[in-house]
């Protein structure tokens, strides 16, 4: 290989390297108003994991507010016999992380309700800096577009909980039906799915045939069921269904990152063709015809994000990757189908 000129790799060395911006840490609702009037699309990363305590607690209301970032493990040893189920919820893998992440993908709450049913408030910061207190009687709208809106309308500062409709929910939780497969492979992918109940049996039948026909074993499968709601704006749960959650054995290399896609292309067809859908905070594979058919609300919610935020202030990657993906054109991938490598 032809090696530069000592005078250019002189010149490439005197290259001043790159600046990262330092990520703007918040501990309190003046910081994160403050680092959002900084922000822009090349701006600093606005920094939540301070934002975990516990702010408020009316058991008179049954109301409990908590910050963002609180793990909803803190939250069970801070209401301890208060909630005494909660904490073994918890530990059959219901409601990981924080309270801010699975408020913004609307997650599915102990019993198979989303989350909002569990949700009295939300306040964030919007584009202007500005702290805003959302609910179902003050700012419905904005209320609407938060929970289950992926931070697009804003960091979240605090969330309020109705500690009895968490009681009810962690009293009526599910524990999800697991099915082991028999292999050796190691899961590298998970899948969220939606079907209709009815149809679970046979969506899970031809995702075993189609995940075998695309040579990617199936390692865990998990089955929950879920209930509708239509308080969103953005929602997943249009009806009841069966939660099915696939994890993929996909391999590693580049030309096999393309037939992942691919394949977990074809379970989300198989999905939808059963009248189901997937979840669009949790799968990253969906193409813009299969998001334009599970979620047709999707344009109309990023309009909006552009009405409340014209300077895009706020940006995350779910947000940058649908915009490209619904903005962009559609790309054609090619590789060998099941049929032709078995050829």
Known sequence: ???LPPEDVMMLNSLPAPRVPEPVSVCSADDLCRAMRQVRCD???VETAGL???LRWDPRRALIEVQCATPWRALAARLGPAAPALEACLERGALAGTVGDAVASNAPGPDGRPLVELVEAITLVTSDATLRHASRARDA???ALA???HGIFGPAYSVTLRLDALALAVRHAQTPEARLQ????RATRSLVLFVPPARQSAFIAEARAL???WRTPITRLEVMQTLPEAETALRWAKQAYAAITLQLALPQPLGACVRGVQVCGALIDCALAHGGGFAIGATTDASRAQLARAYPELARVLA??????PENRISNPWYRHHRRLLDGRPLKLRWNSPQAASA
């Open 1 to 3: 290989m032809r090696s």
């Open 43 to 45: 701006g600093p990363r």
């Open 52 to 54: 975990d305590r516990v």
């Open 141 to 143: 709208e904005l209320f």
């Open 147 to 149: 929970v289950g809106g």
């Open 182 to 185: 028999p292999t050796t492979a």
């Open 211 to 213: 995940a075998d026909a």
């Open 304 to 309: 909006e994000k552009s009405r409340r935020d």
